[in-house]
């Protein structure tokens, strides 16, 4: 019987399997053994050392994987009269339109601060004239709203990803882009970071638009107002495709999308009032900032994926450009 210590070694070349260097473990061995046993000692010790490693990873991803919520626990279907479900214990939520109605739920926290996401699939076929939303918003005439709704559009054809944010009731910022991909295929991950320093919307953790905190410059930023997060599916035929020019088919109804991994990790703000319950120090995204990479990433994706950026409206704006579009923080 023996003790041995370990000597760890991290290789440089990033593994072909994970995306993080590789790290080598090899043990220390502490009285001299016939080299073919030293060999098969090793080999046992690294065998070891790789299962240890290996469940650790493994341990990791099931704890990210178990991040995601449970719409029993963390939502409430609102409106839409049966057309909104829960299903598979809670893992998958379908929200319906018919001509009748539409659908929609809410998260049951509200909050100040977050990182919030969703994976959402959307209608297949002809869409036309319906409405996808997952957003965020507090209430009244001069509420804080940040937007991302899906536009559907004729069966073959893109849909449209319209954002949007509101500050004190004021709107107006619309950013329009065509995905890279078939949202009607498969699940994507849909998500909003809010904090201090700017709103970033993402697509499948690529960044597409950033709305930077330019209260020095007089630009109003979502601070002071407990925000839900919403979901719904809605008809709006008038303006939805094409600017209203096509209009929905309602054989093709109901219409159904449907969402998975919703996860809301935020500081919640308490029903009753009082301090908001945030452990901002151990939440990486309430200072989470843009680096050179993700700024080159969402360049890239407005360059190639923008189809409308209100800053470039000028006719929109006969009385001046509004002065996010041109301030500097």
């Given at each position: 019987?023996?003790?041995?210590?370990?000597?760890?070694?991290?290789?440089?070349?990033?593994?072909?399997?994970l995306?993080?260097?590789?790290?080598?473990?090899?043990?220390?061995?502490?009285?001299?053994?016939?080299?073919?046993?030293?060999?098969?000692?090793?080999?046992?010790?690294?065998?070891?050392?790789?299962?240890?490693?290996?469940?650790?990873?493994?341990?990791i991803?099931?704890?990210?994987?178990?991040?995601?919520?449970?719409?029993?626990?963390?939502?409430?279907?609102?409106?839409?009269?049966?057309?909104?479900?829960?299903?598979?214990?809670?893992?998958?939520?379908?929200?319906?339109?018919?001509?009748?109605?539409?659908?929609?739920?809410?998260?049951?926290?509200?909050?100040?601060?977050?990182?919030?996401?969703?994976q959402?699939?959307?209608?297949?076929?002809?869409?036309?004239?319906?409405?996808?939303?997952?957003?965020?918003?507090?209430?009244?005439?001069?509420h804080?709203?940040?937007?991302l709704?899906?536009?559907?559009?004729?069966?073959?054809?893109?849909?449209?990803?319209h954002?949007?944010?509101?500050?004190?009731?004021?709107?107006?910022?619309?950013?329009?882009?065509?995905?890279?991909?078939?949202?009607?295929?498969?699940?994507?991950?849909?998500?909003?970071?809010?904090?201090?320093?700017?709103?970033?919307?993402?697509?499948?953790?690529?960044?597409?638009?950033?709305?930077?905190?330019?209260?020095?410059?007089?630009?109003?930023?979502?601070?002071?107002?407990?925000?839900?997060?919403?979901?719904?599916?809605?008809?709006?035929?008038?303006?939805?495709?094409?600017?209203?020019?096509?209009?929905?088919?309602?054989?093709?109804?109901?219409?159904?999308?449907?969402?998975?991994?919703?996860?809301?990790?935020?500081?919640?703000?308490?029903?009753?009032?009082?301090?908001?319950?945030?452990?901002?120090?151990?939440?990486?995204?309430?200072?989470?900032?843009?680096?050179?990479?993700?700024?080159?990433?969402?360049?890239?994706?407005?360059?190639?994926?923008?189809?409308?950026?209100?800053?470039?409206?000028?006719?929109?704006?006969?009385?001046?450009?509004?002065?996010?579009?041109?301030?500097?923080?």
């Amino acid at each position: 019987m023996f003790m041995a210590t370990a000597r760890f070694y991290l290789h440089k070349e990033p593994s072909p399997i994970l995306p993080f260097p590789s790290l080598y473990i090899y043990p220390d061995l502490p009285y001299p053994f016939h080299p073919q046993t030293q060999v098969l000692i090793k080999l046992m010790f690294m065998a070891t050392a790789r299962f240890f490693l290996f469940s650790i990873l493994l341990a990791i991803s099931s704890t990210s994987a178990t991040m995601a919520g449970n719409f029993y626990q963390d939502v409430d279907i609102n409106w839409g009269n049966g057309r909104g479900k829960i299903l598979n214990a809670g893992r998958l939520l379908t929200l319906s339109l018919d001509k009748s109605s539409g659908s929609g739920f809410l998260s049951k926290n509200q909050y100040i601060y977050g990182r919030f996401e969703v994976q959402l699939k959307l209608v297949p076929g002809n869409s036309a004239g319906t409405v996808t939303t997952f957003y965020l918003s507090s209430r009244g005439p001069t509420h804080d709203e940040i937007d991302l709704e899906f536009l559907g559009n004729l069966s073959g054809d893109p849909y449209t990803l319209h954002t949007n944010v509101f500050t004190q009731g004021k709107g107006n910022r619309e950013q329009q882009f065509k995905l890279w991909f078939d949202p009607t295929r498969d699940f994507h991950t849909y998500s909003v970071l809010w904090n201090p320093r700017h709103i970033v919307f993402y697509v499948d953790g690529m960044p597409i638009r950033e709305f930077k905190n330019m209260e020095a410059k007089g630009v109003a930023y979502p601070k002071g107002q407990a925000m839900r997060v919403y979901a719904s599916m809605w008809a709006a035929e008038d303006w939805a495709t094409r600017g209203g020019q096509v209009k929905t088919d309602w054989s093709q109804a109901p219409f159904t999308a449907a969402f998975r991994g919703y996860a809301a990790n935020g500081c919640v703000w308490p029903a009753g009032g009082g301090a908001a319950t945030c452990s901002a120090s151990g939440s990486s995204w309430m200072w989470q900032e843009f680096d050179a990479t993700s700024v080159r990433r969402m360049k890239w994706v407005q360059r190639n994926y923008m189809i409308y950026n209100y800053c470039s409206d000028a006719k929109r704006f006969p009385q001046g450009m509004p002065p996010e579009c041109f301030a500097t923080p």
